[in-house]
């Protein structure tokens, strides 16, 4: 907007144009934006942004402009009243959130305070570990799949035999088989028994 269409929009604000409060509002927006910005701390950012004040004071002004509450003679003087209000609002803003960022305290890693680090496994372990049990039935015949499910709980080898009917031995040796047949299924999918990768 060029200084000319400024000062005639400037009279036209002070006649309570209507039209001329909203070519204003996109003519200094920006420019109190920037005024808000400057003052604002990384913690106040946190509570509001510049938009959230340049907005509260338009809505308060509006009704004034309308009624041709205020007379300015230029756009200079138009802008200086504009930084005022903005920045009696931006101070109201920081006394209301005083308080808040006086107390607040960002967090930090826990390890870095001293708390334990959670044992819950990450999301790519969970994921993992179903692969894994889903090549371990897939390793087996069906009717050893009950006998893993009780392993996988950390039966004891005593309790799953009793529930299984089988015999401790038993139970032991389908439980070394499997072991060792995953083992090898494992030792395949990387390479292990392809001569090429051997040394």
């Not at 138009?78 to 960022?101: A, E, P, Q, S």
């Not at 870095?112 to 680090?117: L, R, S, T």
């Not at 049990?133 to 799949?145: G, K, S, V």
């Amino acid at each position: 907007m060029t200084a000319e269409s400024l000062e005639v929009m400037v009279k036209k604000l002070s006649a309570g144009d209507p039209n001329a409060a909203e070519a204003a509002f996109r003519a200094y927006e920006p420019y109190l934006r920037l005024v808000v910005r400057r003052q604002m701390t990384t913690r106040l950012r946190s509570k509001f942004d510049s938009a959230d004040v340049v907005q509260s004071i338009w809505a308060d002004l509006l009704p004034g402009f309308r009624r041709a509450e205020w007379r300015f003679d230029n756009a200079v003087q138009l802008r200086g009243f504009l930084i005022k209000v903005t920045r009696n609002r931006l101070i109201d803003r920081m006394r209301k959130h005083r308080t808040g960022i006086e107390v607040e305290r960002p967090l930090v890693d826990s390890a870095q305070e001293g708390f334990p680090a959670s044992t819950a496994p990450r999301p790519s372990e969970v994921t993992q570990a179903k692969d894994l049990w889903r090549q371990m039935l897939d390793a087996c015949p069906p009717e050893h799949h009950e006998l893993l499910r009780l392993k996988r709980l950390g039966l004891p080898l005593g309790e799953i035999a009793e529930r299984t009917g089988l015999h401790v031995d038993s139970v032991r040796r389908v439980v070394r088989k499997v072991a060792g047949e995953f083992i090898a299924l494992a030792g395949r999918q990387r390479g292990d028994d392809d001569p090429t990768l051997r040394s």
